[in-house]
């Protein structure tokens, strides 16, 4: 399976990647114990592919794509790109490799200067890494406005001139400026109407194809992720605990907290009765997470292994990775 070409295939790698920030108390600030936001997270990207990431608020979805791109300095792990471990470079050395990883924000209000045009904020890109500059760079931002659906008129414009999937077009443009391998989507639709989020995704698809551009595109509900993902992981409390081919996830999950949020997607049909699986209790505090399996508290499966000994993320199918006991007992 892992022949030369596979490997050389794989865009970034993460592994063992955790962020645990310290938790201080008393006059003299002593370390009392941990948030254990990411812990213990490993996955790989390959060249043009989508990887969607998916849990609820507070998984640690966000934090792990701000560690791989070291905008916050992970606790530990490795971080390969293209073989170069983000890990050892320093500030002057990743400088140079920013260009080729990208972010598009959850917010299309606030990730945008109110006080540039469109012009300066595509162009800044451009600018500061010294791709293209005065006239070239007024061409190549208006090729690229094109490229997301606006038009070259909306040059000296302000953000506040656009509505909400029109900023979030100017976002993805931005992001494309510098010609990047890898484009981070935190969650781009999810403050965007339903009707717009489909346009946004779509174009997302055709952007993907034309650069042959990697994803990893975070969302709350397994439903945005289905139309543009290539492999979905699911995320829980820190940890990923399901990792799959797309349409095999939603065919057939395997982890009970994937089970759970796959019977909550809504089906557009009145005549197919769903029955939904209901999560009891609320998440436990990253501060203090239930041993063993952190999902023990509120799983309906669960066994006394599972509150002793934390399940390790394997293949239990063919490329279909969970972190669950149920699948672990015969051996």
Not at 226 to 255: F, Q, W
Request: charge should be positive; include cysteine.
């Amino acid at each position: 399976m892992h022949d030369n070409n596979i490997l050389n295939n794989i865009l970034i790698k993460v592994e063992n990647l955790k962020k645990w920030y310290p938790i201080k108390a008393g006059i003299l600030q002593r370390t009392v114990g941990y948030v254990k936001a990411v812990d213990d997270v490993s996955f790989e990207i390959k060249k043009g592919e989508t990887l969607g990431l998916v849990g609820e608020s507070g998984c640690g979805k966000t934090t792990t794509a701000r560690c791989m791109l070291r905008l916050i300095e992970p606790t530990s792990g490795r971080i390969l790109y293209n073989d170069t471990d983000l890990m050892q470079l320093n500030k002057n050395e990743l400088r140079k490799i920013r260009p080729k990883m990208q972010v598009i924000f959850q917010d299309p209000y606030s990730s945008l200067n109110p006080r540039l045009t469109v012009m300066d904020i595509i162009g800044e890109a451009l600018e500061f890494h010294n791709i293209a500059k005065g006239k070239e760079m007024e061409e190549r931002v208006k090729s690229l406005l094109e490229m997301v659906g606006l038009s070259s008129n909306h040059l000296r414009r302000y953000p506040h001139e656009f509505s909400g999937g029109q900023r979030q077009r100017i976002g993805i443009a931005r992001a494309l400026a510098t010609n990047p391998d890898l484009i981070v989507c935190d969650e781009p639709v999810s403050a965007l109407d339903v009707s717009i989020q489909s346009q946004i995704l779509n174009l997302l698809d055709e952007l993907k194809e034309r650069f042959n551009v990697s994803y990893l595109f975070i969302a709350h509900g397994l439903n945005v992720v289905k139309h543009i993902s290539d492999r979905v992981g699911v995320m829980y409390l820190g940890k990923l605990i399901e990792l799959s081919e797309s349409e095999e996830i939603y065919k057939n999950p395997l982890h009970p907290y994937t089970q759970a949020l796959i019977s909550a997607i809504p089906i557009p049909d009145p005549k197919v009765r769903k029955k939904k699986i209901l999560l009891e209790g609320d998440i436990p505090s990253p501060i203090n997470p239930p041993k063993g399996c952190r999902f023990n508290t509120r799983c309906r499966f669960v066994k006394e292994i599972c509150k002793v000994k934390e399940p390790i993320l394997k293949e239990i199918l063919p490329n279909h990775f969970a972190a669950c006991h149920l699948y672990t007992e015969q051996e």
